[in-house]
C-alpha cells in the first residue's frame, strides 16, 4: 500500500487554478497531471471533498490518480468562504 500524503509522486503538473463562478465568485482547485511522454489527452477524474474542505488527504488522493494516469481535479468548496 502507497504511503499517504507522499509528496515525490511522479506527476507532471501540479498547480493551484481559480475557476470563476457564474455568480462572480472564485472556486480554488488543485489540477493534478500525469507524469506520461505525450501531453493526452488524457481520462479525468473530479476529486470532490468531504465538509473539512481541500486538505493534505484529498489532494493526496488527486496526485494518486494522477500517477494512475488520470487528469485529476480538485476544487475546495470551501475556498469561497475563505
Known amino acids: 500500500m502507497a504511503r499517504q500524503n507522499q509528496t515525490d509522486y511522479p506527476v507532471r503538473i501540479v498547480q493551484h487554478i481559480v475557476v470563476p463562478m457564474p455568480d462572480g465568485v472564485q472556486l480554488g482547485a488543485m489540477l493534478y497531471m500525469p507524469d506520461a511522454p505525450d501531453d ?37 468548496g470551501l475556498s469561497p468562504v475563505g
Open 40 to 76: 493526452g489527452p488524457f481520462p479525468a477524474v473530479l476529486v470532490i471533498h468531504e465538509n473539512r474542505g481541500l486538505n493534505p488527504h484529498i489532494e493526496d488522493v488527486a496526485r494518486r490518480a494522477a500517477v494512475a494516469g488520470f487528469l485529476a481535479l480538485a476544487p475546495d
